[in-house]
């Protein structure tokens, strides 16, 4: 399936986000919530089409990192609990509230916030410091969680924390102390009368790693999508002595190539004339470049798949095209589809792959490709 209408696109396969969701459900087990981050365009891959899969797949919660994601979930119908991740500025506080939809109060200044915009109801989530040192109460800054928890018609409904190394690393002795800390902090508010009804701390990796970690409910982002955290966290399965999880990627990112033309060899390609050509070169032009997330530090490194084969990234990736070296790619024509990120026939270009050709992860890889095009679900 492809659009016809756009020049870049994303398909969404949904057989493989239920799956994903579903091992997921499993391993956190009935008794939990399980929430599904679809913050970030749902890390690429369409916030609305992955919420209402998500939900019918059953997850209980959605979380988002800002207002205005809260809310066009709201306007698209969706009426589950919906969580938001980052700082909520005050003037929106009022409509937050008025919509049902969870906040994160990080800090005194928060605090603040909530008691100036004194919403009718408001339910919020405590985000509580325990070593990551970015959003998040100090230990020593409860008073105002207790102040929080005083407001009129303030329900604290929650309380959770996020792991600063659980990812990158097979030596977990950081996370478990993070994990200590939160249960320390939270019978620390307990003993100043603050019991918030849902703890979490799981992200994927904590989720397909620890399952003390799992309080209430669990927050699955990366692993939703079919993405491994990282390697380090396949390893830490597999030296735990479990079946790894068979997660099963989302996301395909596709083109269509626009011109093919015929160079002699010896000819430069491109801004900068970074590539020359050294024999008669089958180029093929592709409409999609840094501007649509298709990453400038590409250029002459990476493959698109055509036709089932590899085709070489030739020249500098440009703003809003990328050309591609078909020669060996037999019958290569204007119109062919291509695939930037996915499978092909037998051929795949990992996020993971494209990751270590930009030396960054595969979180970054999908969260930013191709941000102008549709999602569509097959």
Request: some cysteine; hydrophobic content about 45%.
């Amino acid at each position: 399936m492809s659009d016809r209408t756009a020049l870049s696109w994303i398909e969404i396969d949904e057989r493989a986000l239920r799956h994903n969701l579903s091992a997921l459900r499993r391993l956190a087990g009935p008794e939990r919530e399980l929430m599904v981050v679809v913050k970030a365009d749902a890390y690429g891959h369409g916030m609305l089409p992955v919420a209402r899969i998500a939900l019918d797949s059953g997850a209980a919660w959605l979380a988002v990192f800002d207002v205005a994601e809260a809310l066009a979930l709201r306007a698209a119908g969706i009426a589950a609990p919906i969580l938001v991740f980052g700082p909520t500025p005050r003037n929106l506080i009022r409509s937050a509230a008025e919509a049902g939809i969870a906040l994160t109060i990080a800090s005194p200044h928060a605090v603040d916030d909530v008691a100036a915009a004194a919403p009718a109801a408001l339910r919020v989530h405590l985000k509580l410091e325990c070593g990551t040192n970015r959003q998040g109460f100090l230990a020593e800054e409860f008073e105002h969680i207790v102040r929080l928890a005083g407001l009129p018609g303030v329900v604290v409904e929650g309380a959770y924390s996020h792991f600063a190394d659980i990812e990158d690393t097979t030596d977990h002795t950081f996370a478990m102390q993070q994990l200590r800390s939160f249960e320390e902090r939270v019978a620390q508010l307990g003993r100043q009368g603050v019991v918030p009804a849902r703890l979490h701390t799981a992200c994927t990796a904590a989720t397909l790693l620890f399952p003390e970690t799992y309080f209430d409910l669990v927050r699955v982002g990366i692993g939703a999508y079919g993405l491994w955290p990282s390697k380090e966290t396949l390893v830490s399965v597999k030296q735990s002595g479990r079946e790894p999880v068979a997660l099963q990627p989302v996301m395909t990112w596709k083109t269509r190539i626009a011109q093919v033309k015929t160079l002699p060899a010896g000819v430069t390609v491109g801004y900068g004339r970074t590539y020359k050509t050294t024999r008669p070169t089958l180029l093929a032009v592709l409409p999609v470049g840094y501007a649509n997330g298709y990453d400038r530090g590409l250029s002459n490194r990476a493959h698109a798949l055509v036709r089932g084969q590899r085709a070489k990234v030739v020249g500098r990736v440009m703003m809003n095209m990328t050309t591609i070296d078909v020669t060996d790619v037999g019958g290569a024509a204007a119109g062919d589809e291509v695939v930037l990120l996915g499978s092909q026939g037998d051929e795949r270009i990992s996020a993971e792959t494209m990751a270590s050709w930009l030396d960054t992860i595969n979180y970054e890889v999908v969260a930013r490709a191709e941000p102008h095009g549709p999602r569509v679900v097959v």
